[in-house]
T-cell receptor, first 117, second 115 residues
Framework: AQSVTQLDSQVPVFEEAPVELRCNYS??????LFWYVQYPNQGLQLLLK??????LVKGINGFEAEFNKSQTSFHLRKPSVHISDTAEYFC???????????????FGSGTRLQVQP | EAQVTQNPRYLITVTGKKLTVTCSQN?????MSWYRQDPGLGLRQIYY???????DKGDVPEGYKVSRKEKRNFPLILESPSPNQTSLYFC??????????????FGPGTRLTVL
């Protein structure tokens, strides 16, 4: 079974400052990793995903994440945040199962990013 | 426009009164899933379906039922709701062929309150 830990439940940051949202996972098999964003009163949408290859993944809205296998981490970063980035961010892992169609997403508990002017 | 729709968006009900939350997708996705979102717990999978008439339990299936009679629809049924089912519910879909690599598309959510 896989699990995801998002260590920070809330991250306050000032506009134009850099931010890092942390995500660690555990799994006994190879994984696919995702970051989703949930804006207020909306569903989740995909920011970026790591499937294989380059460990640095670029996503939408200027976000990027780095897969670190030895540290089992997939931290999300943005060099300069905007007020509009205020949202909840979820890290998720898809792993396991010989039938790849069954692969379910396991989500972390979420990190609320609060960008202040 | 590719989308997943859910209805209703908000629902307040009383303990024991059966309810159904509908979910529909227009992307011809085989895989559909229901999640509940609770503070501090993230999203947890309730049930999923890999195709018509094929459903299976997720991590928290107790108290819920689903059906998949048509490819586009995947309703969530609460036969006898209880207050601990008060939550925010999301329906999601993706292609089956991509396995775990494919993006899941989420509906806007249904906020359910059981009194």
């Amino acid at each position: 079974a896989q699990s995801v830990t998002q260590l920070d439940s809330q991250v306050p940051v000032f506009e134009e400052a850099p931010v890092e949202l942390r995500c660690n996972y555990s799994s006994s098999v190879s994984v696919y990793l995702f970051w989703y964003v949930q804006y207020p009163n909306q569903g989740l949408q995909l920011l970026l995903k790591y499937l294989s290859g380059s460990t640095l993944v670029k996503g939408i809205n200027g976000f990027e994440a780095e897969f670190n296998k030895s540290q089992t981490s997939f931290h999300l970063r943005k060099p300069s945040v905007h007020i509009s980035d205020t949202a909840e961010y979820f890290c998720a892992v898809s792993a396991g199962g010989s039938d790849t169609g069954r692969r379910a997403l396991t989500f972390g508990s979420g990190t609320r990013l609060q960008v202040q002017p | 426009e590719a989308q997943v729709t859910q209805n209703p968006r908000y629902l307040i009900t009383v303990t024991g009164k059966k309810l159904t939350v509908t979910c529909s997708q227009n992307m011809n996705h085989e895989y559909m899933s229901w999640y509940r979102q609770d503070p501090g717990l993230g999203l947890r999978q309730i049930y999923y379906s890999m195709n018509v008439e094929v459903t299976d339990k997720g991590d928290v299936p107790e108290g819920y039922k689903v059906s998949r009679k048509e490819k586009r629809n995947f309703p969530l049924i609460l036969e006898s709701p209880s207050p601990n089912q008060t939550s925010l519910y999301f329906c999601a879909s993706r292609r089956l062929a991509g396995g775990g690599t494919d993006t899941q598309y989420f509906g806007p959510g249904t906020r359910l309150t059981v009194l």
